[in-house]
């Protein structure tokens, strides 16, 4: 107990001398940071790793988003199993920056946008066609992304260290579990989507069964809602499920290429853009209404 407060004590010490640095300086910094942020959202990373699976390299970013998605899935449990609350929660003196603070959901622990940015920048440095200082540049990116979280006061030197560890490894695992998977010739591709979809159902039942904390403000209205805060959780689920089963169905049906001319990869890109957006901003809409 007492080495869990001190490290509260010191994550909220270290993030109150990272405010008082983010209020002296020139605004450009916290610009600089609220754009690291921005493009290491899930969303954000996520259509990254998908352009590189449509036009790029399908292997390569089948193996990303086997990564991102474990990694996912193991944040979204950690996060209603720790059930800690965010930084201005646990200490009012903590002042996120106001355009960040909105998009922050979810309990604190581990961060997301430092998962992410491990995962698909790390997955990409650790291919053995990746050169040396490009991959350096590439870990050193994630860990500017996972910096921004704790200089915009949205997650605690905690957060983003266990955020970096869980991408980080779920890029080995994604490269790793993708290479066992291309060896078999058997069942193997079924026998993990089977795996994922029943460990992901687990993850959902442990988040819609479980016992959340329920603290009051001076005003007696509660801090922060549970069920509310596990919706990321039911989310990872969806993108885990949704990835392997259409993983064994592309695998052994589809079987699609990225091979072909510059030209050819340019519209398969357009196309499948066009899909994702008018998925996000219409079928999604419609389903959300239910």
Not at 61 to 67: A, R
Request: glycine share 8%; hydrophobic share 55%; net charge positive.
């Amino acid at each position: 107990m007492a080495n869990k407060i001190f490290l509260q004590d010191a994550g909220m010490s270290y993030l109150l001398a990272l405010q008082n640095l983010r209020e002296s300086v020139s605004p450009g910094w916290s610009a600089f940071f609220e754009q690291a942020t921005f493009f290491s959202g899930m969303q954000q990373i996520l259509l990254i790793l998908a352009c590189i699976y449509w036009a790029v390299d399908k292997r390569l970013g089948q193996q990303l988003l086997m990564g991102w998605n474990s990694g996912r899935l193991a944040l979204g449990f950690f996060k209603i199993w720790a059930c800690i609350y965010r930084p201005w929660i646990l200490d009012p003196r903590i002042e996120p920056a106001p355009k960040i603070k909105a998009g922050a959901t979810g309990y604190s622990f581990p961060s997301g946008h430092s998962m992410s940015a491990a995962a698909a920048f790390g997955g990409i440095a650790m291919q053995k066609e990746t050169r040396k200082r490009f991959a350096i540049f590439l870990v050193f990116v994630a860990i500017v992304v996972a910096f921004s979280r704790n200089f915009l006061s949205v997650h605690t030197p905690q957060d983003v260290v266990v955020g970096l560890a869980l991408g980080f490894a779920g890029a080995w695992f994604g490269i790793w579990l993708f290479n066992k998977i291309e060896q078999n010739n058997g069942f193997l591709d079924v026998i993990v989507a089977a795996v994922a979809t029943v460990l992901a159902l687990l993850v959902a039942w442990f988040a819609y069964a479980k016992q959340y904390p329920v603290d009051y403000d001076e005003a007696g209205k509660i801090l922060v809602e549970g069920q509310k805060m596990a919706t990321d959780t039911y989310k990872a689920v969806g993108w885990i499920i949704g990835f392997f089963i259409s993983f064994v169905i592309e695998r052994r049906f589809v079987k699609f290429t990225t091979a072909g001319t510059m030209i050819e990869r340019l519209e398969r890109l357009v196309f499948c853009l066009f899909f994702y957006y008018c998925t996000i901003k219409t079928i999604s809409k419609i389903f959300s209404i239910f």
